[in-house]
């Protein structure tokens, strides 16, 4: 079946520093990924919107220049985190979107632990 | 916005049946109820989908009412590995958006 895989699993940095995430679809040619901020004891918040080939689109109140998508081909979409603070640490989960027919189907990564120290 | 309501929590004794409802009232023609659940620290694992039929896989079964707007997650024989967030969202075709709802805890109790 399709598989998305996220990497790193987990991170730890020092604050000020900056952090890349990788979102790849194994399988297939992802149409739309998604990245999520999830923190402890809540549900996946939304943060953007990413299509190959153009600008992310940012949910409100998400820091476009803090956190950059880059989704520069059909399988890869990168998510970085500049200038990490402790209240950055979160659990960050992207997902990628397959078209069949009038299907969409969702694939999720098993999430990155960011603790930034 | 999410577009789907979920209790926030559920009991459910090991071996039973459990039933997970979801409220979708406002989904559209085009879009898909889907359920996934997420295990402590994991990202969301697909469980099943449907349009407007019932559907069954080897994990669970899914109740569409035929207004659509309301669905029904069964697991048949809940275990204690099934103790997880169970979220219920609509997808449509080509969607833009991924909005997930609170989703339900559910506790499988021994």
């Known amino acids: 079946g399709a598989v998305v895989s996220q990497h790193p699993s987990w991170v730890i940095c020092k604050s000020g520093t900056s952090v890349k995430i990788e979102c790849r679809s194994l399988?297939?040619?992802?149409?739309?990924m998604f990245w999520y901020r999830q923190f402890p004891k809540q549900s996946l918040m939304l943060m953007a919107t990413?299509?190959?080939?153009?600008?992310?689109?940012?949910e409100q109140g998400v820091e476009k220049d803090k956190f950059l998508i880059n989704h520069a081909s059909l399988t890869l979409s990168t998510l970085t985190v500049t200038s990490a603070h402790p209240e950055d640490s979160s659990f960050y989960i992207c997902?990628?979107?397959?078209?069949?027919?009038?299907?969409?189907?969702?694939?999720f990564g098993q999430g990155t632990r960011l603790t930034v120290v | 916005d999410a577009k789907t309501t979920q209790p926030p929590s559920m009991d459910c004794a090991e071996g039973r049946a459990a039933n997970l409802p979801c409220n979708h009232s406002?989904?559209?023609?085009?879009?898909?109820v889907y359920w996934y659940r997420q295990i402590h620290s994991q990202g969301p694992q697909y469980i099943i989908h449907?349009?407007?039929n019932n559907e069954t896989n080897e994990m669970a079964s899914l109740i569409i009412t035929e207004d659509r707007k309301s669905s029904t997650l069964i697991l048949p024989h809940a275990t204690l590995r099934d103790t997880a967030v169970y979220y219920c969202?609509?997808?449509?075709?080509?969607?833009?958006?991924?909005?997930f709802g609170t989703g339900t805890r559910l506790t499988v109790i021994p």
């Open positions: 399988d297939f040619q992802a149409t739309t």
């Open positions: 969202i609509v997808i449509s075709t080509g969607a833009n958006n991924l909005f």
């Open positions: 406002t989904i559209s023609g085009n879009e898909y």
């Open positions: 997902s990628a979107t397959r078209d069949r027919g009038t299907n969409t189907e969702a694939f």
């Open positions: 990413s299509n190959e080939g153009s600008k992310a689109t940012y």
């Open positions: 449907g349009l407007k």
